[in-house]
């Protein structure tokens, strides 16, 4: 059963900084590229980052260049969220999601459950 837990999220003040982490299982985790998303209210899922599956390559979206890092353990079969220098717009609920396996004639998409990020003073 493929599982993707996501946990990190909270409330913080403005300028603060929050590590999200989601584990993976139920799959080859470091055959797929992982990312995150987010979704504010009355806003559409936008990307926030992406690394490939060997971690060699990131993607970041516009608002968080600078401020948000993605990492992966493959080892962990956990990717992470390092968001530093946190805005009053940034509050979502944040999602991990997994596509691959890299090389195949058919990707799988994968969500977890999503973990809610706040900031607020």
């Known amino acids: 059963q493929v599982q993707l837990v996501e946990s990190g999220g909270g409330n913080v003040q403005p300028g603060g900084s929050l590590r999200l982490s989601c584990v993976a299982s139920?799959?080859?985790?470091?055959?797929?590229?992982m990312s995150w998303y987010r979704q504010a209210p009355e806003k559409e899922r936008e990307l926030v980052a992406e690394?490939?599956?060997?971690?060699?390559?990131?993607i970041y979206g516009d608002s968080e260049k600078g401020r948000f890092t993605i990492s992966r353990d493959n080892a962990k079969n956990t990717v992470y969220l390092q968001m530093n220098n946190l805005k009053p717009e940034d509050p979502a609920v944040y999602y991990c999601?997994?596509?691959?396996?890299?090389?195949?004639?058919?990707?799988?998409?994968?969500w977890g459950q999503g973990t809610q990020v706040t900031v607020s003073s």
């Open positions: 139920g799959f080859t985790f470091k055959a797929y590229a």
């Open positions: 999601y997994a596509l691959g396996p890299y090389g195949s004639s058919r990707y799988m998409a994968y």
């Open positions: 690394i490939t599956s060997l971690g060699g390559s990131t």
